[in-house]
C-alpha cells in the first residue's frame, strides 16, 4: 500500500494522488491548469443557461423569434476557449512531453531494469554488477525461454529477476550541477502476450507495453515507500487482478531485498500468479 498523505500534504498537492517523483510536479501542475479552465467553463456556461431561461422565458417573448440572439458575445468566448486549449497544448502539453521522451538520462547515471507484463503480473530484470544485461536473440525464444535470452552470454550470468509482483528500485542521493538530487530509473518496458499499460500513479507515470517491443520510461524517484502499480489497458478476464508493488528502498534496504528476494536469471523460472 501505497503511504496515506496527511491532510496538510494534500492540501498543498491540490488534494492530488501523493507525488513521489520529481517531473510529477511539472504533471500535477499542467492537470491543475486544465481543472481550472474545466472550472471556468463549467461556471461561465451554466451562468449562460441560467442568463438564457431568464432572457428568454415565455412570459417575455410570447411569441417565438426564429432568427434567435444576433449578439457575437457566444462567438467570441467559443474563440477564446479554443485559443486557451491551444495554449495549454503548445505552452505545456507538448514540452512537457518532449522532456519526458527526449532528455534521457545515460545508463551509467540511472538505475536500469527490464519489466515484463504478462497475464496477469510483473516482473522485474535487473543487470548484475556489471550494469549490462544479457543478449536477446528472436531464435531463442521459447517457452521455457519466452524472452529469448542468451544463456551462454557471460554478461547474463549475473542478471537477476524480481519476485512476481514485487519491483524494487533504490532512492540513492547525487548531486548534479551542484543540485541535491536522486538518481534516476529507466525502465524497459514489454509484454509476453498482449497490451498492458504499466501505471503507478505517485510516479505519475503510464505507458503501454506492447508483445515485441521494447518501451523505455525514465523518472527521478523523490521518496522512499510502497506504491502500486496497475494495468491502465483492458488486457483479460483478470484484468482487476494484475497489480504488483512497486517500492523505492533506501540503499541498505534495497540491497538487502535484492540479496534475500531475487533469483539467477539461469535459475528456474518462477511461476506468475
Known sequence: ????????????????????????????????????????????????????????????????DYVGAKGTFSQYAEIAVVVIEAILLLAFAIPLWAKAVEKYPADKDATVMRVTAEQFSWQARYPGKDGVFGKQEMKLISDKNPMGYDDKDP????????????IHV????????????????????????????????????????????SIPIHFTPTKVGKFNITCAQLCGNGHASMNAQFVVDSPEDYDKWFAEKTVKAGAPKVDLE
Not at 492540501?11 to 504533471?27: N, R, T
Not at 524497459?188 to 500513479?201: A, E, P, R, Y
Request: one cysteine or more.
Open 1 to 64: 500500500m501505497q503511504p496515506n498523505p496527511t491532510f496538510l500534504e494534500q492540501l498543498k498537492q491540490g488534494f492530488m494522488p501523493i507525488l513521489a517523483s520529481e517531473h510529477g510536479k511539472d504533471v500535477d501542475h499542467f492537470i491543475f491548469l486544465v481543472h481550472v479552465l474545466m472550472a471556468v467553463l463549467f461556471v461561465g456556461w451554466f451562468g449562460y443557461f441560467l442568463f438564457t431561461l431568464f432572457k428568454f422565458r415565455q412570459s417575455a417573448n410570447p411569441k417565438a
Open 170 to 213: 533504490p532512492l540513492i542521493p547525487i548531486k548534479v550541477d551542484g543540485r541535491d538530487t536522486f538518481k534516476p530509473v529507466i525502465i524497459h518496458l514489454t509484454s509476453k502476450d498482449v497490451i498492458h499499460s504499466f501505471k503507478v500513479t505517485a510516479m505519475r507515470m503510464t505507458q503501454d507495453c506492447i508483445p515485441g517491443m
Open 155 to 166: 554478461a547474463g550470468k549475473d542478471d537477476a529477476s524480481s519476485p512476481p509482483k514485487d
